[in-house]
């Protein structure tokens, strides 16, 4: 089965969004898993974050946890979907897809230890 790997919020400020959930949540932040683009919730499961945007969509961006990113995105365009290319980060290798409605989401193979 298929879960959810993790997901991010987009906000054009990083550090409002830092002091708005924070107030309203009480979250806290890795600086270790976090960048001046991106605010890791510590402690969060599923995993989560903010990512800074210029423009930011009005819901999360979700990402499907996979045991391989190049085979699951085959099978996303044998069913009519797009697939960009993937990325690698620290944490894994991920990419953006949509459905075959135009909806986009994300896969996401973890590196070692995640």
Request: hydrophobic share 40%; glycine share 8%; net charge negative.
């Amino acid at each position: 089965m298929i879960q959810l790997g993790y997901f991010t919020m987009d906000t054009p400020d990083i550090g409002k969004a830092k002091a708005f959930y924070s107030a309203v949540f009480g979250w806290t932040f890795d600086p270790v898993a976090s960048s001046p683009t991106y605010a890791h919730v510590a402690g969060s499961n599923p995993p989560f974050g903010f990512t800074k945007v210029e423009r930011a969509r009005e819901f999360p961006h979700l990402y499907f946890r996979v045991e391989d990113v190049e085979a699951a995105c085959k099978r996303v365009t044998e069913l009519g979907g797009k697939s960009a290319v993937p990325s690698d980060s620290a944490t894994g290798r991920s990419v953006v897809v949509s459905d075959d409605q135009g909806v986009s989401f994300s896969l996401w193979q973890p590196a070692a230890g995640f």
